[in-house]
């Protein structure tokens, strides 16, 4: 490259993560930290230290809950990446996942106030994955990918696979109602 480059931030694709909501009983930086390792062990089949997470807050609610966004990726998954970009000669400050890029690319060009208290659902249909992010208040609120893309849906039995993508969308939704129950998408953002 003709110049030096700055800051790297590397974004690892949404569909090789795993992602959990959890609602702990705390507003507590350092119980909320031990509550996170406890639910790991917990929930994800996997040894701990074979996986790489990170959580951010979503809200806390009235009555003392936080809920957070949990994401898991396995160490192989990011050691792949990161040497990859090592042999390009390239090392990254930071990592993301692909679906915090997309919500903050939203919240960009899209002028979406952080107070607006709406629902919105991004539907990345890309190649062969579709990324469906909810966001509110400027913040990540679920997260899912399938494997199911464009491919899919213009393939030769038009109408059984668009069906099939239907049925993928309705059960994001749905998982998405099963941890909001009160919430209302508001709007779609196709991409």
């Keep these: 490259l003709p110049r030096r480059i700055g800051e790297i931030c590397a974004s690892l694709p949404r569909s090789q993560m795993t992602t959990r909501i959890l609602l702990l009983p705390s507003t507590q930086p350092q119980e909320l930290a031990k509550m996170v390792e406890f639910q790991i062990e917990k929930e994800i089949p996997f040894p701990k230290d074979k996986i790489i997470f990170d959580y951010s807050l979503i809200e806390t609610t009235p009555e003392g809950y936080t809920r957070l966004l949990l994401v898991i990726a ?70 899912r990918s399938f494997m199911m893309g464009e491919h899919q849906i213009d393939g030769e039995k038009e109408g059984a696979s668009q069906e099939a993508f239907f049925q993928e969308l309705s059960r994001t939704l749905s998982a998405f109602k099963k941890e909001f129950p009160e919430a209302k998408i508001d709007r779609l953002f196709l991409s």
């Design 74 to 143: 396995g160490e192989e998954v990011i050691r792949r990446s990161l040497n990859l970009l090592k042999k390009s000669g390239l090392v990254p400050n930071s990592l993301f996942f692909s679906s915090q890029g997309l919500a903050s690319w939203f919240g960009v060009t899209q002028k979406e106030r952080k107070e607006d208290d709406q629902f919105f659902a991004l539907v990345d249909i890309d190649r062969f994955v579709t990324h469906v992010e909810i966001l509110r208040r400027g913040r990540l609120y679920f997260t």
